[in-house]
């Protein structure tokens, strides 16, 4: 079997890894600069890679887990500046409210719940991609629905 070129890959996954890193990160922007830097970081060895979805989905995941730990330690440092008004996810005020919820979770918890929920990957998967042990994403998974539960409860 011949392997996908960088171009065929890229028009079938750039919406799919868009979204993907808007639901983690929740910028547009933020989200655009991730997925190109997935794929020119997939560009600079494209012929070792066995996978390009799943080696694309892993470094969109890992780029916007960076972010938001970025995220916090500048906001961390410096109170409020720096936090930016998040755009609305849809214009249906319980959807926005589940989203800004998901959006507070610590990045592992919330790229368990995103890879789950939304791109539907089974928690052995998420482990792989998160590089993470199978029971720890089971735990992380758990306790993001708890705070969910009490946060839009």
């Not at 694309?56 to 500048?74: C, F, I, P, T, W």
């Not at 800004?100 to 792989?128: G, T």
Request: with cysteine.
């Amino acid at each position: 079997m011949t392997q996908a070129t960088l171009e065929q890959v890229f028009r079938e996954q750039r919406l799919p890894l868009l979204r993907l890193a808007y639901l983690m990160c929740g910028s547009r922007e933020l989200g655009e600069d991730i997925v190109q830097t997935a794929f020119v970081s997939a560009h600079e060895r494209w012929s070792a890679i066995d996978d390009p979805a799943a080696y694309l989905r892993r470094a969109v995941v890992n780029r916007a887990k960076d972010e938001q730990r970025r995220h916090y330690r500048r906001r961390g440092r410096s109170g409020m500046e720096g936090e930016q008004a998040r755009e609305p996810i849809s214009h249906l005020p319980e959807i926005d409210e589940t989203w800004r919820s998901i959006r507070d979770l610590p990045a592992a918890q919330r790229a368990v719940v995103v890879l789950h929920y939304y791109e539907d990957l089974p928690l052995v998967e998420i482990a792989a991609v998160l590089d993470r042990p199978p029971a720890t994403v089971r735990s992380d998974l758990r306790r993001a629905l708890d705070h969910l539960r009490k946060a839009l409860s």
